[in-house]
Nanobody
Framework: EVQLVVSGGGLVQPGGSLRLSCAASGFTCSNYAMSWVRQAPGKGLEWVSGIKGGGGSTNSADSVKGRFTSSRDNAKNTLYLQMNNLKPEDTAVYYC??????????????WGQGTLVTVSS
């Protein structure tokens, strides 16, 4: 069964840090481009950050650049999103997703269930 299980969300104060995990099963995530996507209250889906298959180069959206970083642990077949200097506008449900290829973030064919991150005092 191809599956992505997301964990690590919760309540954090502005300026704080949080690390999300996405445990993959049924496929080897290092062979595919993997993405983090979020949906804030009342807004649409926003691509946040991702890591390519193979060499594992990373990219992040301008809104989180310098604060969020994607990574993976190949031995654990797990994807991570390290979130630093969190802001209230980062409040959203965060999803991880698998792309069809190793080289492009588009065509996200498998999605995790999502985890809620709330940034508030």
């Amino acid at each position: 069964e191809v599956q992505l299980v997301v964990s690590g969300g919760g309540l954090v104060q502005p300026g704080g840090s949080l690390r999300l995990s996405c445990a993959a099963s049924g496929f080897t995530c290092s062979n595919y481009a993997m993405s983090w996507v979020r949906q804030a209250p009342g807004k649409g889906l926003e691509w946040v950050s991702g890591i390519k298959g193979g060499g594992g180069s990373t990219n992040s959206a301008d809104s989180v650049k310098g604060r969020f970083t994607s990574s993976r642990d190949n031995a654990k077949n797990t994807l991570y999103l390290q979130m630093n200097n969190l802001k209230p506008e980062d409040t959203a449900v965060y999803y991880c997703a698998k792309s069809l290829t190793d080289w492009k973030y588009g065509f996200l064919e498998v999605w995790g269930q999502g985890t809620l991150v709330t940034v508030s005092s």
